[in-house]
């Protein structure tokens, strides 16, 4: 976008790229203006929108349940095992599970509020509009699902009965529109057949798996997205089914209410706010629901669930009316899981290493499903790691159920959120166990120290297993044997001509008089080096998971 000054087209290695809307790529793009090229800046986004949405979990329990739940809905969301892993990703999905909170936030914030005339639920349509310049149509899905199941339900149950006419529908859809519209029509009328692409065939078709366009993700089963969910809400998933406090007036010490909780001070507004809580089940409910039955779902795709879920266990936790057991039953799988995990570290096979990565990351099931060899030179920074999480688990959850017993009840809570914290650090520390095998920077460096105006850059296969290549090298990238995945439809525009090769094509530019060089994922011996003159391929080194050769002479 900074190069082309094109606003309207996102662009991956110089194509047209309309796989996500351009939300993200805006923020990045700004960011990178400001600040110039850094990892930092374009990582960035995805930290804010995890704090962003700690502030809207904290600001749904204090409105739905007390300070106090707030509180603890804010820190259950942010040592949540899934917050650690993705918080850190360049990517839409924490920006797409903020502007899903925010919008959220504003139907609960204005569903008992009359008052705030045609003010009222903005935040909701401006927050779903945001949501599908993330996201897509699941930005505008999800809102009107959640919205419209939640007023049935209050409903049903005697609580407000909101009418559609409450909703402020035109100065709303007005919002919406304003926020959304734009960048679609643009984008429709600059481009109809790539945006058929984005709007059909990348959402429509990817949902029900019936995609045109060939891409190498392997999705996880029903059964698996809801187990690895569980890990991803892990601590705090043992407590989504307690039951939270009836008035929002419990607290978790058995004292009176803070000033400033929904029944402290103001009662009658607490109620009020009180009676919307089936938001939360509802919420969680659909996006889980939505992906479980999904035939392309991939691991993370819960995400957008995690600000309901929190405020659920905030709400219980600050009740504490079902804790006791549930921090017993936590004990006891936390124990089993922990003396399994011990044992287990003490043998950690390849293998076995590789089936668990397989289970949380679709790269490794990627490996796995090829039958790859086991990409690490060992197992056992996998073992200490895996036998840390196992002492973690007993002594954790050992400490956070001795405090509940002796009446220490927030020291329990902290107990807990310190098991949060410890496998935060886990996974920071299985990031940077991983990080060399995956990450292109080394090798970018090293393409960006030998190459000079006119040299070519080839990578072998899919781009998008080395998508920060152009990103670290600033050039376009020539692909070989990968037009396929993201880049798919783009490969067949006429602007891609030359920057997708064969194996033959490539053999032809190696031959010639330019300097070549050469990424793959390939081992030597295999891929398309194979292919080409012996004297003519001079290895210049490994990089992690990727080999770097040459045309140049000796």
Sequence with gaps: MLARGDWVLPRFNGLPYLEKPPLYFWLASLGLAVVGPSEWVLRAWSALGALGSALLAWRLGRLLYGARAGLM????????????????????????????????????????????????????????????????????????????????????RGGDRLTWREMNLGWGLAALGAVALPWHLASAWREPELFWFYLVDNQVLRFLGLRGFVEDDVPVSTVGFLLVTFVWLFP?????????????????????ALPGDPAGGDASAGAAAACWRPVLVTWALVVIGFFAFSRSTLEYYALPAFPALAVLVGGAWAGGRDIGRWLVAGLVGSAAVGAWAIWLSARLTPAQALDGLAE???????????????????????????????????????????????????????AVAGVGVVIAVLIVQLLHVVEPHHSARPVARAIVERTQPGDVIAHEGSLEYSAALPFYTGRRIVVVNGARGDLDFASRRPEARGYFLDGPGLGRLWDGPGRVFLVT?????????????????????RFGSRWLYSNERM
């Design 521 to 541: 994922q390939r081992p030597p011996g295999r891929g398309v080096v194979s292919g080409l003159p012996p004297g003519a391929v001079r290895l210049l080194g």
């Design 236 to 256: 705090w998933g043992v407590f989504l089914l307690a039951r939270s406090s009836g008035t929002g007036a419990d607290r978790l010490d058995g004292t009176a």
């Design 73 to 156: 809905a804010g820190l259950a969301l942010v040592t949540m095992a899934g917050s650690a892993l993705y918080v850190r990703k360049a990517s839409t999905d924490f920006l797409f599970v903020f502007c899903l909170a925010l919008a959220m936030w504003g139907f609960v914030r204005d569903a008992h509020r009359p008052d705030r005339g045609r003010g009222r639920f903005l935040l909701l349509y401006t927050g779903a509009g945001l949501a599908v310049l993330t996201k897509g149509l699941v930005g505008l899905l999800f809102p009107v699902l959640i919205v419209a199941i939640t007023v049935w339900w209050v409903g049903r």
């Design 360 to 414: 949380l990351n679709v790269y490794y099931r990627i490996l796995r499903d090829q039958g790859a060899a086991f990409p690490f030179e060992s197992a056992e920074p996998f073992a200490r790691l895996l036998g840390w999480l196992g002492a973690t688990l007993i002594a954790g959850w050992a400490l956070a159920a001795l405090c509940w017993a002796r009446g220490w009840r927030r020291a329990a809570f902290g």
